[in-house]
């Protein structure tokens, strides 16, 4: 006859540790497969508890398998295989906190430490939104609304693409700044570009071929990459990539950024554009048109879209993430009538990625004017910020031996070095001395002579007061 | 000489206006492929505006390739294709506004409206979160606490797996409310479970092979065949999907809802998650659980879940869409950690898909022990209101042609129909007394004859005044 303490039980209910005991027993081998089980009535009185509380015990059992019920007969053991009871004991010992590291995890750790945030003097690959920007009260304000507006739509799944008044204001802004003529019907909300990138993939298959620009940001590779699609690294010329190097080859899509190339920074013009979007149309091929950083032109009017140019064959997207802040998850894509259809008739049982509270809040903060605002603030901030930079290094001794190119736009501009350095030694050095910065060959995927020597000033995070030093500290690395 | 009449530039600026005629007069073809523009000066004077702003006109239309220059010599219209022009044109004449609409949209917004929401008399389809049960004023006091806190973090980019806190939390509640020992590192937070699939399909393979429940929730398998996964639909049995099942095949995953299948609410008992396990082992496969509605089991404990069993063979995964509100886009994954150190040796570069400030509201609430609060009383409602509804069937006149199944978790249970029916006809008359109704027929890939004759019975949204009416329909269409 099973008896079991019910003085050990601590916190447990009477229940919980009746059933515990008993799924031990089936574990241990205690009690065998097929061995019959107390009956309730049996099994309450011998250990003074209610019919009730064995009832329920048996009844967990039942439902997780550990015992069987035949009518009439009784309750019986199930049979739990042998490899099930020694890993359930070897989990119960060996824990995970004090399971030795493998090398692999050894070697992770290891990376992720190097990782980490050093105290760089200057960190030229970094970008900073500064905390005073983001127009804090607004947006708490506007989120407070939300909530109290939109209480039931809160509780709502948003619809697929996105929820309307989103888009609303999206097709609103698009025609506002960029010129372009959107039905909201054509707009995805997505969490994050890299999610789109997912999207677009699905939409031209997973045995497409997508060509991208050499130099360019490799994380879109890797998206597209890790979702099968086959890339070719197209070289950019000074126009960007050409449509000659696509002829001939089997390419369903073009991934560029037309108005800012990363980075580069060049702005591909409108003849090369033609050229490309013809090639799109011979050959039933898209652009990917990543219109990233295209809010921050700090010379002239923004450069038109090539989305505007030819809606048919032009997959635009952009982000929130850039231009607000990065916490914020919320891109979108224009999709081509075409692929529309194509989403709207295989894909459209995808859940909206990012929640409705962010949605309708970014739609109140457009609509209301506000994100306009902060884009021409922020505009204003870094070219004041840019200039400050670009003086301070046109004041250094540093001037005489390097370029500044593409600094009209972007977040970021180039650093070109007249003579010719070896790139990977002039990096390591300034690392040494506590400046981080990226050349742009780091972000070629085949070697190409004429990125070399080019360095990538991310400056918005740059600290001024620390800037003179560090142009003194690269002056004496070119000497 | 060209004239432009800048009286008629309306709100344009004089820089916008100038640069707007020249380019329409060199994609009109009235300025002709390298014929030479005025000097700035001359075009200054001729307009009586100032060299600047002819300067800004020129120096835009250089940057989007419209004209260039030649040192010394002046500036030169560039050579625009006539495709190009057509286009242009074209797109100029037929907005999107006022072009008809082809076929197949036609047929969408047809689909579309067939889709709309009924004015159902009963809809048990639907779930709903009553909105009183959504603790909002704790949910807005968070949010604004957090927005305060974490102003700060709310400007940098969420960890590529989620951001630490809410990692902690999830390990937390996993531990206290799953039994789990769960390592935060091994956590991935990600906008929704089909997001998290998508991971997990690129973790697995491109060219890996999927097994689903047959019934099941398609939406599985089309986000994995979407991604060019193959996926295999078997049959299931009163305790799941079966080893036996797997033999033979090549197959990496094991998708299953172990503790609550959908859609006929069955439980996998311990000896079959057993089987599974070892196939797991001996195949170097997965299992990925799928967690779902697990927290609203209304008698007894919770089923534990494989991954306490064996973390190393099973992908667990869970989401706050289902407890907390469809609106919140928040799910999580715990890998195993062979495919941890896979996904940060090759899925690193990801960035998080939910916002930060989402996910620290979240892992605040949860640390504060809202998150078991307001599961604890949503299972009670929810009980609450499964009973009323099981109440009104049993006085009905339909009980004694019906059985109630597997009533004991989740938001649905299964209503099956003693008499041999056919399904598609009563659901249409059903349809036709605006009573809304899916049968488990609806979820089965294969035509399976036990799944035949069962309904599914969504709670939570049926209004109880309508349900006596409803019953009465349902029962006149079994006579």
Known sequence: ???????????????????????????????????????????????????????????????????????????????????YIKNSLHNYIQTKENRPKNNKEKEYTKKQQANMKKDWLVDFNSNHIMYDNFPFSTWSRIMRQ???????????????????????????????????????????????????????????????????????YQKISKVYESHGVKCLHL?????????????????????ISPSHHFPTGRVMPVSRRQHLLNWARENHGFIIEDDYDSEFRFSGRPIPPMAGMDSDHVIYMNTFSKTLAPSIRIA????????????????????????????YTLANFISDGYYERHINRMRNYYRDYRNTII??????????????????????FILGIKKKINDEKFKEILRKNSINI??????????????????????????????????????????
Chains 1, 2 share one sequence.
């Open 332 to 359: 979108y894509m224009v999709l081509p009538d075409e692929l529309m259809r194509k989403y709207n008739d295989e894909l459209n049982f995808y859940s909206s990625t990012v929640s409705s509270f962010e949605q």
């Open 391 to 412: 003086t301070a290094i046109k004041q250094s001794s540093i001037y005489s031996k390097v370029t500044i190119e593409e600094e009209n736009a972007g977040l970021h």
């Open 235 to 255: 070289p950019i010329d000074q126009s960007g990539v050409s449509a000659k190097a696509l002829t001939g080859k089997k390419i369903d899509g073009v991934h």
């Open 146 to 216: 939300t909530l109290l507006d939109k209480e039931n739509s809160f509780l709502t799944s948003p619809s697929p693409s996105g929820v309307l008044e989103l888009r609303e204001a999206i097709a609103d802004h698009l025609s506002h700044f960029r010129g372009m003529d959107v039905d909201k019907d054509n707009i995805i909300i997505g969490a994050g570009t890299e999610y789109l990138y997912s999207i677009i993939v699905q939409l031209l298959g997973n045995d497409s071929v997508v060509a991208v620009e050499d130099p360019g």
């Open 438 to 479: 990226s050349s742009v060959s780091d972000y070629c995927y085949n070697e190409l002579e004429e990125f070399n020597h080019k360095f990538i000033i991310n400056y918005s995070a740059v600290a001024k007061d620390k800037l003179t030093k560090a142009l003194e500290i690269m002056n004496d690395a070119l000497e």
């Open 1 to 83: 006859m099973l008896t079991y303490d019910f003085e050990k039980r601590g916190k447990q209910s009477l229940y919980e540790y009746l059933y515990n005991c008993i799924k031990e027993d089936i574990l241990s081998g205690k009690i065998k497969a097929g061995e019959k089980l107390p009956s309730k009535r049996e099994m309450a009185k011998n250990h003074s508890i209610s019919v009730i509380t064995v009832e329920n015990a048996y009844a967990q059992l039942i439902v997780e398998g550990y015992i069987y019920t035949q009518e009439k007969k009784g309750y019986f053991a199930s049979r739990i295989s042998e490899q």
